[in-house]
């Protein structure tokens, strides 16, 4: 019959498996999805055993992080492209083999720099992955289900990076920190198998799109120098000679990628789709989204492993509870998006997530296991009821045409937001902790009867313990070193929650800017 859809296209696959066929390319590219963002963030409990492995710094271990998401931002805006390109089916695959092999490389390294070079890889094959599955679970659900099913891919954008530290704290403490980078293999392995059932070919003939070399260039070029500059400031001083140098550079090839991607005629990143108001404001709040899961989710592992002396287990099991509660919050927010306008939802889940930001200010050395652990359970309950509404609230304000580049797009925004939030939060606690050591430390003087009293105390108590008397002073004056940099960096995290905080407050007005489209797809 010449009216016959192509075994290999989606209406092909529907009429072999019938309507079942959504949930079954669903869960294939879940497995992508969900391995993916789990080495997203399951490295950040394993940081200081990698560390001490390899005699990194904080500014190297901070590589791991955001090479990795840098990567990932870089290759999102290649979805589009591939898929054309290649087929959904053989981009897919193309891209979990990479992530295979690069974390099977990152388990085995054997050095810090092949560590570094196998998260990049796992960033880059992440970065095609993402918006492929958005991409693929849009096209095969109608207009009235997109917003459950924008839950369902929710689930393994938030739930992953959740229950992730928890797996990788056990595997770090019982086995070694080269576990956490195998964990996500079986997923890529199962995806991989049922890609070659589930997936979609090819969906068009003829010669292939041109790619964006030039444009792909320029972003990688201002992403590298842009983050590289970032990360090596606090280090190397502000304005140092090649701090200032990677700046300008990025600078420079961020305005040539904007003035290249305009003129092209077969723009990586299409910039007109941020002239629809809809989409522009989501992609604002998709920015401070990215920022505030993967900053805070950087954050609090650290938290409590320098401060509070966690394991990495007990620092993974802190996220646990959060990661449970998402299970049960995504098909909720994921029904209420086909029913209520996203800006709506978009905003109840800003200030939920702003609120336990808030709380956290009130962190100390002596905050209980639960009370953390409810904090955080607010924040990913607001997490939650964003995701959603967030994608179906962007992708319905495009047309079907736009559908691949606005998934890009919109995934590319979100992750540039995780690579700048993890970039900039780490400046801003070093910084506000450092800004508090210095004030504490000018403080401690002869006249200050309670640094005295202590320094008493403590010289006392190791003559007790039959420490020689020439090193008892030294030793009670390490005691209060260690006494003022513990406050100084537990107040530079207080600060550093209350900077995610107030950008999820200021997210609140982009937001609106998704209200035009009102209710409905």
Not at 191 to 200: D, K, R
Not at 362 to 385: E, K, N, P, Y
Not at 393 to 417: D, H, Y
Request: charged share 10%; hydrophobic share 50%.
């Amino acid at each position: 019959m010449t009216d016959a859809p192509h075994p290999d296209s989606i209406e092909g696959l529907f009429a072999r498996f019938g309507p079942a066929y959504r949930w079954l390319v669903t869960g294939t590219v879940m497995m992508g999805t969900i391995a993916t963002i789990l080495t997203a963030t399951i490295v950040n409990v394993a940081l200081p055993d990698i560390m001490g492995a390899f005699g990194m710094g904080q500014d190297k271990a901070q590589l791991l992080s955001t090479g990795f998401l840098a990567a990932m931002t870089g290759t999102m805006l290649l979805n589009a492209w591939m898929v054309d390109t290649l087929g959904q089916r053989l981009t897919f695959m193309l891209a979990v083999t990479v992530f295979i092999a690069a974390s099977v490389m990152g388990g085995l390294a054997p050095a810090g720099g092949v560590l570094i070079l196998a998260r990049v890889l796992q960033g880059a094959a992440a970065g095609i992955l993402q918006p492929l599955a958005m991409q693929t679970i849009f096209q095969v659900f109608p207009p009235e289900k997109r917003g459950s099913a924008m839950g369902i891919y929710g689930i393994g954008v938030v739930l992953a990076p959740a229950l992730g530290p928890t797996l990788g704290g056990i595997m770090v403490d019982n086995f070694s920190w080269r576990y956490v980078f195998f964990m996500a293999v079986p997923f890529g392995v199962v995806g991989l198998f049922l890609a070659t059932i589930f997936m979609p070919g090819r969906s068009t003939s003829g010669p292939a799109r041109k790619f964006d070399w030039i444009g792909f260039g320029l972003m990688t070029v201002f992403l590298v120098t842009l983050l590289n500059g970032l990360s090596n400031g606090q280090r190397d001083g502000w304005f140092s000679d090649p701090i200032l140098r990677d700046f300008a550079v990025a600078l420079i090839s961020g305005i040539g990628f904007i003035a290249w991607e305009l003129y092209t005629p077969s723009p990586m990143l299409n910039l007109k789709l941020f002239t629809n108001r809809v989409y522009a404001g989501a992609s604002v709040v998709a920015f401070i989204f990215g920022a505030g899961i993967f900053g805070s989710t950087f954050l609090i592992p650290l938290f409590v492993q320098t401060i509070q002396g966690y394991t990495p287990t007990r620092s993974g099991l802190l996220l646990m509870p959060a990661g449970l509660i998402l299970g049960l919050v995504f098909p909720i927010a994921g029904r209420l998006t086909d029913k209520t306008p996203a800006y709506a939802t978009v905003m109840f889940g800003l200030i939920l997530f702003a609120l336990s930001s808030f709380l956290m200010t009130g962190v100390d050395t002596g905050t209980s296991f639960w009370l953390f652990a409810w904090w955080i359970m607010l924040g990913r309950i607001g997490l939650g009821f964003i995701m959603p509404s967030l994608n179906a609230g962007a992708l319905k304000a495009l047309p079907m045409t736009l559908l691949g580049q606005g998934s890009g797009a919109i995934n590319f925004v979100r992750q540039l937001g995780g690579a700048f939030g993890v970039n900039l939060l780490s400046i801003a606690l070093e910084r506000r902790s450092q800004l508090y050591v210095d004030s504490f430390t000018a403080a401690q003087h002869a006249g200050n009867s309670t640094t005295t009293g202590l320094l008493r105390d403590v010289t006392g108590l190791l003559a007790q313990a039959g420490v020689p008397e020439a090193i008892r002073q030294a030793g009670a004056m390490n005691y209060l070193g260690r006494m003022i940099y513990s406050q100084g960096n537990m107040l530079g995290y207080r600060d550093s929650f209350f900077i995610v905080g107030a950008f999820f407050l200021a997210a609140l007005v982009p937001a609106l800017m998704m209200r035009q489209r009102g209710r409905g797809p």
